[in-house]
């Protein structure tokens, strides 16, 4: 889930040519950072931390099947333990979510079927981290229910129809679908961003199949999940690390 990059006023003295060049200047200096400070960058970001995390959670769970069972048992304990701490790190996730429910309700959009895809899938999210925290308790051992997996069926169902909305919201963008309604306001309605690349598509086709699977509309083995998994983090990478460097 890009936060808007926060943009300085230039004083009325400034002139174009240095104008002009303050964007080239700042696109040279993330040029010039080592691949280390680079790397600090994207790791001291929630979703550089947990996209890494999400990597190796995904390789183990792919290793977890193999012959060996000492291998196997390590391989699984890893994957619970990687699960948890991405866990703690998305917990307050929650809040993201409620502000960008919050900014949606708020803000008028060019294109009202936008707003309403923006919408669902916010509102969606938001249920999928509410159901999900309820059962952080019972997973660090400290407080166990009876109702921990029904809930996390019915959270990983609201994650299925967040990803849904998603990805219809991009098929629409990128055929065409999302008109502006022009008016005599519109110069107040929030403009459209681009549509985003078809890698997106592919990326959430791919996450598509996980709740899926949990909740048990799709049935796969859990090296498919953890090949699905792997997959679509690699995918994704690119972006994240892109925007962790802005």
Known sequence: MAKPKSKTKAMAQTTTSAAAA???????????????AQSCRFLGTTAGLDLTLRFFHGLV?????????????????????????????????????????LDTISKEYASLAYKTFNLVEWSCLLLYFALENLTML??????????????????????????????????????????????????????????????????????????????GWVVMDDVTIGCLMTLSTILVWRDVWGKAQQ
């Open 22 to 36: 303050a964007p080239t200047a700042t696109l040279a200096a993330r040029r010039s950072r080592s691949l280390l």
């Open 61 to 101: 769970i792919i290793s977890a099947k193999a012959a060996d069972e000492a291998v196997a048992t390590r391989s699984f304990m890893a994957a619970s333990q990687l699960n948890l701490a991405r866990r703690y790190l998305r917990f307050f996730v929650l809040l993201d979510c409620i502000q960008n429910v």
């Open 138 to 215: 019972h997973d660090m051992q400290i407080h166990v229910v009876p109702w921990y997996a029904p809930v996390l069926v019915e959270a990983n169902k609201f994650w299925f129809y967040a990803i849904t909305a998603s990805i219809l919201r991009t098929v629409a963008q990128r055929i065409g679908l999302f008109h502006s309604t022009r008016t005599p306001f519109s110069k107040r309605r929030q403009q459209l961003p681009p549509p985003p690349p078809w890698r997106r598509l592919v990326v959430d086709a791919l996450d598509l199949t996980l709740p899926a699977s949990f909740v």
